[in-house]
């Protein structure tokens, strides 16, 4: 289980000692990261038990909007400012106030809640900012989107960071999370598709925190 091992070292360790953690670790999360064994010796922390488990993993249980937000500040390492523009580029105006308490935890006092719609318009200018604007095919800025779910996460940071899929498949792997070409095409097949695969926030942490890896190390 060394890349586990690696994997929860970096999550923990500061900006000042070159790493950022990617997401703050709820019990769930503490139990998928540690290696854990069954009386016969089978680890029980690897993708296979993972995908044969129970265990309903549906999204916001683990990794929220403000989560999504404050790992993609870390791994870009963004100022507020920067934050704000990127806002601007999918034409929409926010308070720079409002960003800080964007990035707080739960628990902090001035936390505000990152909605559906804010975090998609972040998205949106994200993908401007780093891939530039398309005239033929222009990102939406309107105010009302349709419902967010992971599937839409992942596919926008998959544009945003011009990721192909043998990258996704590397970046999962820094998570100990091994995924074919097929079930990530899946993850971007449109809802409804015979073939169609929700994307869980176990699978979205994954990717979050490979990302991060990457990035920082």
């Not at 870009?76 to 999918?90: E, G």
């Not at 596919?155 to 792997?173: C, N, Q, Y």
């Not at 929700?198 to 990717?207: A, P, Q």
Request: charged share 25%.
């Amino acid at each position: 289980m060394q890349s586990l091992s690696i994997t929860c070292a970096f999550i923990n360790l500061t900006p000042a000692s070159g790493f950022v953690h990617a997401l703050k670790l709820t019990a769930f999360e503490a139990v998928y990261l540690m290696a854990e064994e069954d009386e016969a010796g089978h680890d029980k922390s690897g993708p296979e038990f993972r995908q044969k488990s129970k265990i309903p993993i549906k999204r916001g249980e683990i990794v929220t909007n403000n989560d999504v937000l404050r790992s993609i500040r870390h791994v870009l390492d963004l100022s507020d400012a920067t934050i704000v523009d990127i806002f601007k580029l999918a034409e929409h105006k926010i308070d720079p106030a409002d960003i800080s308490n964007l990035l707080k935890e739960e628990d902090e006092t001035g936390y505000l809640n990152c909605t559906d719609n804010l975090l998609i318009l972040f998205l949106n200018g994200l993908i401007s900012k780093r891939r530039g604007k398309s005239e033929s095919n222009p990102l939406q800025t309107k105010a009302i989107f349709p419902p967010l779910t992971n599937n839409i996460i992942f596919k926008k940071l998959r544009i945003a960071f011009d990721l192909k899929e043998d990258d996704l498949i590397e970046l999962m792997s820094l998570a100990d999370y091994e995924v074919n070409k097929n079930e990530l095409s899946a993850i971007f097949r449109k809802p409804g598709h015979k073939h169609y695969r929700e994307c869980n926030d176990e699978f979205l942490m994954g990717f979050l925190i490979g990302l991060t890896f990457r990035q920082w190390n």
